[in-house]
């Protein structure tokens, strides 16, 4: 076995990862918050990536100002979800919420296919092409950045849920909703919050995702795999997801070089099913206790 | 009006049909279905067809989402095993096509219950999950197994022979899957007149509960996962002998999606909801097809605007009456039959 190049894939691997750790992201702080899986994640990144695209090639503008307006894009669905559809579905049955983002998924794909047409397409290019190397390794520029990129949202974000206030109050929440309440926090505003972080954070990464592979309505599979990273890493978890992000990356890279592309989703769905029966919860989830 | 239903036996009350209008209202509905070939052309008969299989799946997805309470969104890849043990078996050998569809049933309960397998250690989203990642499994199986599947190209069925003759065209297929269908809903109701179904209520309603009371969860859930399966899998070898050809391509992850909109839609949790939302989901898309006929003349590309249309029309369907009717057609049925009880006395 050639060690340069499984190296070079194990590098592809993690960039991917970093995406997936992301996107899973996004999983994370919805549910956390407020005990949502939102299938529609992979669509708001679609949809994100979409904007930029309308925003950078349709209407002209550079990436600088395209980006932020894609996420913002992204927050402003997640505010208009959650206000229109999540709100009023509060205490109902799990599996009802999560089938209402499975329809707004839908819905989602459905308006950017009637808006741009089902063709794949290309972003405009806004990071250069130049290969990087690490040491001898060759990694493309785009997974580079969007590794770092990623890196930072994340550090950024553990940072917050340390150290700010909207931070501390998503977590109390995400604890204790009764204390979180009379402790003075404003829980539908932390409902409200984490759906516009989140669908902003999707957007973002679909931003990342689509300079690397293209743009087409079928992206939000992309969302399915992410989904494996947050139930093998644990609904709630940040951690989880960055790590089980990272190890699904990487584990996807070298299934698809060196058993054949083919085998990839295969692979994932494996382990999620084999961590599934290992640790129901997750590798870093809170154990639910059920009491009679 | 009508008051109320006296009963004197617990016979009584645990019959399918326990009012004499309700009777009469089923043997319109079987008279009706058994003359419609007469009056219906080829391609509205094409739809009951297609109606008839969706009715037997949903219903079958019924049984275990709506009255187990585990959530499966693997309903698409059981009907895919069913189709393939119907053109494998039908190519192979050339069984009698009665019997395929039994051992297309049988293979996709053994299927489903290797499958709901992890629904005893996980439940509620983790299971939809974990059934998820058991579909795409299977399709990776059917695009790979070329030996048996014949890979991405798929294999094409001959027509089920019946007594001699090929059931090819729409009135004799209609004959044949319409009354198997009402068997499988006859069926199905039935179940929950007897123990193993009220068990299943009983897992649905709180599995810790039923445990305690001496259901043992193992056996049922595994139960519930080989009925629906079966389900799955003979509506699947329908579903191969309609349209004569079965590739990887034809059981779209969206289609399982499409049968757990169909009993939201209908109403989770009761036999009508299932055929009821089967019935809507299936023929919406055609509606739209019309309405899209409609505008041409107005709008130059409205042919093109049709899928985009329906997918947004399905998302926003689920959305709609998860939001704002709940319960789902079935409780509208209810509703309508309370304001003629009622009549004049409530509006």
Same mark, same amino acid.
């Given at each position: 076995?050639?060690?340069?190049?499984?190296?070079?894939?194990?590098?592809? /691997?993690?960039?991917?990862?970093?995406?997936?750790?992301?996107?899973?992201?996004? *999983?994370?702080?919805?549910? &956390?918050?407020?005990?949502?899986?939102?299938?529609?994640?992979?669509?708001?990144?679609?949809?994100?990536?979409?904007?930029?695209?309308?925003?950078?090639?349709?209407?002209? @503008?550079?990436?600088?100002?395209?980006?932020?307006?894609?996420?913002?894009?992204?927050?402003?669905?997640?505010?208009?979800?959650?206000?229109? @559809?999540?709100?009023? @579905?509060?205490?109902?049955?799990?599996?009802?919420?999560?089938?209402?983002?499975?329809?707004?998924?839908?819905?989602?794909?459905?308006?950017?296919?009637?808006?741009?047409?089902?063709?794949?397409?290309?972003?405009?290019?806004?990071? /250069?092409?130049?290969?990087?190397?690490?040491?001898?390794?060759?990694?493309?520029? &785009?997974?580079?950045?969007?590794?770092?990129?990623?890196?930072?949202?994340?550090?950024?974000?553990?940072?917050?849920?340390?150290?700010?206030?909207?931070?501390?109050?998503?977590?109390?929440?995400?604890?204790?909703?009764?204390?979180?309440?009379?402790?003075?926090?404003?829980?539908?505003?932390?409902?409200?919050?984490?759906?516009?972080?989140?669908?902003? !954070?999707?957007?973002?990464?679909?931003?990342?995702?689509?300079?690397?592979?293209?743009?087409?309505?079928?992206?939000?599979?992309?969302?399915?795999?992410?989904?494996?990273?947050?139930?093998?890493?644990?609904?709630?978890?940040?951690? /989880?997801?960055?790590?089980?992000?990272?190890?699904?990356?990487?584990?996807?890279?070298?299934?698809? !070089?060196?058993?054949?592309?083919?085998? &990839?989703?295969?692979?994932? *769905?494996?382990?999620?099913?084999?961590?599934? @029966?290992?640790?129901?919860?997750?590798?870093?989830?809170?154990?639910?206790?059920?009491?009679? | 009006? %009508?008051?109320?239903?006296?009963?004197?036996?617990?016979?009584?009350?645990?019959?399918?049909?326990?009012?004499?209008?309700?009777?009469?209202?089923?043997?319109?509905?079987?008279?009706?279905?058994?003359?419609?070939?007469?009056?219906?052309?080829?391609?509205?008969?094409?739809?009951?067809?297609?109606?008839?299989?969706?009715?037997?799946?949903?219903?079958?997805?019924?049984?275990?989402?709506?009255?187990?309470?585990?959530?499966?969104?693997?309903?698409?890849?059981?009907?895919?095993?069913?189709?393939?043990?119907?053109?494998?078996?039908?190519?192979?050998?050339?069984?009698?096509?009665? $019997?395929?569809?039994?051992?297309?049933?049988?293979?996709?309960?053994?299927?489903?219950?290797?499958?709901?397998?992890?629904?005893?250690?996980?439940?509620? $989203?983790?299971?939809?999950?974990?059934?998820?990642?058991?579909?795409?499994?299977?399709?990776?199986?059917?695009?790979?197994?070329?030996?048996?599947?014949?890979?991405?190209?798929?294999?094409?069925?001959?027509?089920?022979?019946?007594?001699?003759?090929?059931?090819?065209?729409?009135?004799?297929?209609?004959?044949?899957?319409?009354?198997?269908?009402?068997?499988?809903?006859?069926?199905?109701?039935? $179940?929950?007149?007897?123990?193993?179904?009220?068990?299943?209520?009983?897992?649905?309603?709180?599995?810790?509960?039923?445990?305690?009371?001496?259901?043992?969860?193992?056996?049922?859930? %595994?139960?519930?996962?080989?009925?629906?399966?079966?389900?799955?899998?003979?509506?699947?070898?329908?579903?191969?002998?309609?349209?004569?050809?079965?590739?990887?391509?034809?059981?779209?992850?969206?289609?399982?999606?499409?049968?757990?909109?169909?009993?939201?839609?209908?109403?989770?949790?009761?036999?009508?909801?299932?055929?009821?939302?089967?019935?809507?989901?299936?023929?919406?898309?055609?509606?739209?097809?019309?309405?899209?006929?409609?505008?041409?003349?107005? %709008?130059?590309?409205?042919?093109?605007?049709?899928?985009?249309?329906?997918?947004?029309?399905?998302?926003?369907?689920?959305?709609?009456?998860?939001?704002?009717?709940?319960?789902?057609?079935?409780?509208?049925?209810?509703?309508?039959?309370?304001?003629?009880?009622?009549?004049?006395?409530?509006?």
């Amino acid at each position: 076995m050639d060690v340069l190049f499984f190296i070079e894939v194990s590098l592809a /691997g993690l960039g991917s990862g970093a995406l997936l750790s992301l996107t899973a992201l996004a *999983f994370v702080l919805i549910y &956390k918050a407020t005990r949502v899986i939102n299938l529609a994640v992979g669509e708001v990144l679609m949809l994100g990536a979409y904007l930029f695209f309308a925003f950078a090639s349709g209407l002209g @503008m550079p990436a600088w100002a395209a980006i932020p307006l894609a996420i913002a894009g992204g927050g402003a669905i997640g505010a208009v979800v959650e206000r229109g @559809m999540i709100r009023p @579905m509060l205490g109902e049955n799990p599996i009802a919420v999560f089938m209402v983002t499975i329809g707004l998924g839908s819905v989602l794909v459905g308006l950017v296919e009637l808006t741009w047409g089902t063709d794949p397409r290309a972003l405009p290019a806004f990071m /250069g092409n130049a290969p990087i190397f690490l040491g001898e390794a060759y990694v493309s520029r &785009k997974i580079a950045i969007a590794f770092v990129v990623a890196a930072l949202v994340i550090a950024l974000f553990l940072a917050l849920f340390r150290f700010w206030r909207g931070g501390v109050a998503l977590r109390a929440t995400a604890t204790d909703q009764a204390a979180a309440y009379s402790c003075g926090i404003n829980v539908p505003g932390v409902f409200s919050l984490a759906w516009i972080i989140g669908c902003g !954070t999707a957007a973002g990464a679909g931003v990342l995702l689509g300079a690397i592979g293209g743009i087409s309505p079928a992206m939000g599979v992309f969302g399915l795999s992410a989904l494996v990273v947050v139930i093998v890493g644990g609904l709630d978890s940040v951690a /989880g997801a960055l790590l089980g992000g990272l190890a699904i990356g990487l584990i996807e890279a070298w299934a698809g !070089t060196y058993l054949g592309g083919e085998y &990839k989703l295969v692979t994932t *769905f494996g382990l999620l099913i084999v961590a599934l @029966m290992i640790r129901p919860y997750g590798l870093f989830g809170t154990r639910e206790i059920e009491r009679l | 009006m %009508l008051i109320g239903t006296a009963k004197h036996s617990y016979r009584a009350d645990e019959a399918l049909l326990t009012t004499r209008p309700q009777r009469i209202w089923m043997g319109v509905l079987a008279v009706g279905l058994a003359l419609a070939p007469l009056v219906l052309d080829n391609y509205w008969l094409y739809l009951a067809c297609f109606v008839a299989i969706n009715v037997a799946s949903a219903t079958g997805l019924n049984i275990l989402t709506g009255f187990t309470g585990l959530v499966s969104l693997g309903q698409a890849a059981f009907m895919a095993v069913g189709a393939y043990t119907v053109a494998v078996l039908e190519i192979r050998i050339g069984t009698p096509f009665l $019997l395929n569809l039994v051992a297309a049933g049988a293979v996709a309960a053994l299927i489903g219950v290797v499958v709901g397998l992890p629904s005893l250690r996980v439940k509620g $989203l983790y299971l939809a999950i974990a059934t998820i990642a058991a579909s795409f499994i299977l399709h990776f199986v059917f695009v790979n197994w070329q030996t048996v599947t014949n890979g991405n190209s798929g294999l094409s069925v001959p027509p089920a022979t019946f007594l001699g003759t090929p059931l090819t065209d729409y009135v004799q297929l209609y004959y044949v899957f319409v009354p198997i269908t009402a068997l499988m809903v006859l069926g199905a109701a039935n $179940l929950f007149r007897t123990r193993i179904g009220r068990a299943f209520i009983a897992i649905r309603d709180r599995d810790i509960s039923a445990e305690v009371l001496g259901i043992s969860l193992l056996r049922y859930k %595994l139960m519930s996962f080989a009925v629906s399966s079966f389900y799955a899998g003979l509506a699947g070898g329908m579903w191969a002998y309609f349209f004569r050809v079965v590739t990887p391509e034809s059981f779209p992850f969206v289609y399982s999606i499409f049968f757990l909109a169909a009993i939201i839609v209908g109403g989770m949790g009761t036999i009508l909801g299932g055929i009821l939302g089967a019935v809507f989901m299936t023929l919406v898309p055609e509606l739209l097809r019309f309405v899209v006929d409609i505008l041409s003349p107005v %709008l130059p590309n409205a042919g093109t605007l049709l899928s985009p249309v329906r997918t947004i029309v399905f998302g926003a369907l689920i959305i709609g009456f998860l939001v704002f009717e709940p319960k789902g057609l079935a409780e509208i049925v209810q509703r309508l039959r309370r304001f003629f009880h009622l009549w004049p006395f409530k509006k």
